[in-house]
């Protein structure tokens, strides 16, 4: 992004899914064998990124599920959510961005998906929690991440239907007047 794509507007708008995010993230939180928790921090980064692209995604994903581990007690994986979910938003919005068919969705989603669990099995296996908490941690992971598609994509769907102008929220033109 340069600076005269960040507005007030966009700006206003990452916080709202920020806040999103971490509320997602904090709503429902379901114990895992290796300390960690199953949430719904994937359905805000999905629809985050296939609605208002690969920037917004980014930030709403990596920031929202940050703030909620450093508010729900796990700071020392803020750092790791930042990146693995971050990286995940940006997937799904690079890739999947204003596409209108289910399956280029789900594209977008796995690729962010996948990237997710590898980068949350690389941090926990090299620094947080070794090589056999951080497997077993992995499909807990990609668990969560379907929960992500299986309503996120949906919600997609009901929101462009119900808004159409939502696609043209977060374009170039919408920020700086071009």
Not at 28 to 45: C, Q
Request: proline share 6%; aromatic share 10%; hydrophobic share 55%.
């Amino acid at each position: 992004m340069n600076k005269r794509q960040i507005s007030p507007a966009m700006i206003a708008l990452c916080a709202v899914l920020i806040a999103l995010t971490t509320v997602f993230t904090l709503l429902i939180k379901i114990p895992t064998p290796a300390r960690g928790y199953v949430n719904l921090s994937d359905v805000a980064i999905t629809f985050a990124g296939l609605i208002f692209g690969p920037w917004v995604g980014m930030v709403a994903g990596g920031v929202g599920t940050a703030l909620a581990d450093l508010l729900a007690g796990f700071a020392p994986f803020a750092p790791l959510s930042l990146v693995a979910h971050g990286v995940e938003g940006f997937l799904i919005g690079w890739l999947g961005r204003g596409r209108r068919t289910v399956g280029g969705m789900i594209v977008a989603w796995l690729a962010g998906a996948l990237a997710m669990v590898a980068i949350y099995l690389l941090g926990e296996g090299l620094f947080y929690t070794g090589w056999a908490p951080a497997l077993a941690e992995a499909p807990m992971n990609f668990f969560q991440a379907m929960i992500g598609a299986v309503v996120g994509i949906p919600l997609v769907l009901a929101v462009r239907k119900a808004y159409p102008p939502i696609d043209r929220i977060g374009q170039r033109s919408q920020w700086t007047g071009e």
